[in-house]
């Protein structure tokens, strides 16, 4: 892949030329996409249940996915080690579908996604370097890169041909680990808590992310202003949906997402939260899920289910066949959600 890593790299210079006119972005998506099929054909692209060994990092990585009593699993993940060519770079996502081609809708965002994000990468960096803007951080260019990829994939979406989402779509939760940098992207409600060693030595969760759900404050305020509206149905006590102007069409329990075009006139955004956390000794590992884990797995929960697994390659299998048990016993006569989780550990083996 070195030749890839050569031509990738070198946009970083000819992506800009003259008075910073663009130049070059079909090839650098192209060379992006390639970079994705090279990866893949070297197994450094995981895409169903199993487990990541990262070369060049010390970083493991766990993952499992079960379908829920509701038809086909809607939800798929991604681990892209080595991303972009960087030894020490990791990519991790997990996305939700719902609707009738939520299946699809995720699984199209998990292909888009990551290429166009390191294209909006190089850009940035290119255009960072251009300008000699030496107070952006690498926070700064990858925050900038995700508001872009995201709008464009939401963009791309909407133009495939092939799918309708219209009245479908799909949450994208992914984090890109960096060293000791690690920055966590969240459309919709899927959620990221970190473990770390509190002073008494036990493991205390820490949420990274907000869950976005329509009746957030700034959520609501948003979509009302929208002429959009949040409320619950009665048989469904507590779950805010986002609901047309007029009639009870295209309930949708959360407040961003990709696709669900019927709703984007109305409040509905596939803006991304970006944040980051500087990884520090004390930090153990984080835990990636879908809702249907955190419905009925607290974050403390969580935490000490994968701490406890003997063998980490199988915690995020455990935390998800936890989380079944826990749906039959607590919301006995519901349908079982699709359940599914990362798991990547900071050190590639147990302390």
């Known amino acids: 892949m070195r030749h890839l890593s050569l031509l990738f790299n070198g946009l970083a210079k000819s992506l800009y030329s003259g008075r910073g006119k663009l ?75 719902h609707g009738p081609w939520g299946h699809y809708v995720a699984k199209a965002v ?80 899927s959620r990221a808590v970190l473990a770390t060693t509190a002073e008494d030595g036990s493991l205390v969760p820490v949420q990274l992310t907000i ?47 990709f696709g669900d075009y019927c709703l984007k006139d109305y409040g509905l955004i596939s803006v991304p939260e970006v944040t980051q956390r500087k990884i520090i000794n004390r930090d153990r590992f984080i835990v990636l899920a879908t809702d249907g884990v955190w419905d009925v797995i607290s974050n403390e929960e969580a935490v000490q289910i994968v701490s406890s697994t003997k063998e980490r390659g199988k915690s995020a299998k455990r935390l998800v066949k936890c989380a079944v048990r826990a749906w039959k016993r607590k919301r006995r006569g519901l349908a079982v959600d699709d359940c599914s989780a990362i798991c990547l550990f900071f050190d590639s083996s147990p302390p």
């Open 23 to 97: 130049s070059g972005i079909d090839c650098g998506r192209e060379a992006a996409d390639e970079l994705a099929r090279e990866a893949k054909k070297n197994d450094m692209i995981l895409k169903s249940s199993g487990t990541v060994r990262c070369e060049g990092s010390n970083s493991f990585v766990s993952v499992f996915s079960q379908r829920g009593e509701k038809g086909v699993n809607q939800d798929c993940s991604i681990v892209w080690e080595e991303f972009g060519c960087q030894e020490d770079m990791i990519f991790c996502g997990i996305f939700d579908g």
């Open 110 to 189: 998990r292909k888009s996604l990551p290429p166009s994000l390191l294209c909006n990468w190089q850009e940035a960096l290119a255009l960072a370097a251009l300008v000699g803007d030496k107070k952006l951080c690498q926070f700064d260019i990858w925050k900038q890169s995700y508001l872009s990829t995201c709008a464009a994939v939401d963009q791309e979406l909407e133009k495939h041909r092939r799918l309708d989402s219209f009245h479908s779509g799909t949450t994208a939760l992914t984090i890109i680990k960096q060293g000791e940098l690690m920055v966590i992207a969240n459309v919709g409600d």
């Open 211 to 257: 869950d976005f759900k329509p009746n957030l404050p700034q959520e609501a305020e948003r979509i009302t202003r929208c002429k959009g509206r949040v409320f619950c149905l009665h048989d469904e006590p507590g779950v805010h949906r986002v609901w047309l102007p007029n009639g009870e069409t295209a309930g949708l329990a959360m407040s961003r997402a």
